[in-house]
């Protein structure tokens, strides 16, 4: 529809050219390269509200790979902060949400640590575009500025 390619359009823009207002493009958080190393010995999930080809580009731009198990805004029925994003890539990896990598998800927006809590995981939540207070306020259970630590 013209709605969907005008949505693809402005995803693609933000990978390009940085999201409004900024003028940035998008950076790794720091730390994060080698937590996917770490994680690239085991099968590991994303579990994203972008859409796949938003998500497959922006892992592209930054230079890290696709994971085993890719989960996005279009191929859930429900996405974030319902937990179906999560249970999904749990199963798909045949795990317990409970117990994915120790039972830790990796978010940075107040949905997506609801949405890791309500499938039952821990939760790290990093301090990007929202406040410290807000994502430790929606259930993070450890609140970090990036990977490194």
Same mark, same amino acid.
């Given at each position: @529809?013209?709605?969907?390619?005008? /949505?693809? *359009?402005?995803?693609?823009?933000?990978?390009?050219?940085?999201?409004?207002?900024?003028?940035?493009?998008?950076?790794?958080?720091?730390? %994060?390269?080698?937590?996917?190393? #770490?994680?690239?010995?085991?099968?590991? /999930?994303?579990? $994203? @509200?972008? $859409?796949?080809?938003?998500?497959? #580009?922006?892992?592209?731009?930054?230079?890290?790979?696709?994971?085993?198990?890719?989960? &996005?805004?279009?191929?859930? +029925?429900?996405?974030?902060?319902?937990?179906?994003?999560?249970?999904?890539? %749990?199963?798909?990896?045949?795990?317990? +949400? @409970?117990?994915?990598?120790?039972?830790? #998800?990796?978010?940075? /927006?107040?949905?997506?640590?609801?949405?890791?809590? %309500? #499938?039952? &995981?821990?939760?790290? %939540?990093?301090?990007?575009?929202?406040? *410290?207070?807000?994502?430790?306020?929606?259930?993070?259970?450890?609140?970090?500025?990036?990977?490194?630590?």
């Amino acid at each position: @529809s013209e709605a969907e390619a005008e /949505a693809e *359009r402005f995803e693609l823009n933000i990978i390009r050219f940085g999201s409004p207002p900024h003028s940035l493009r998008l950076q790794v958080i720091q730390g %994060a390269a080698e937590a996917v190393k #770490a994680c690239l010995a085991g099968k590991w /999930a994303v579990c $994203t @509200s972008g $859409t796949t080809k938003y998500a497959s #580009a922006a892992l592209q731009a930054v230079g890290l790979p696709k994971p085993d198990v890719f989960v &996005t805004a279009d191929t859930v +029925a429900q996405g974030k902060p319902n937990p179906d994003p999560y249970l999904q890539g %749990a199963s798909s990896l045949s795990l317990s +949400a @409970s117990s994915c990598i120790a039972g830790v #998800a990796v978010e940075d /927006a107040p949905n997506g640590v609801r949405s890791g809590k %309500a #499938a039952g &995981t821990k939760v790290l %939540a990093l301090v990007t575009r929202h406040l *410290r207070e807000e994502v430790k306020e929606a259930g993070g259970d450890w609140v970090v500025d990036d990977l490194s630590k």
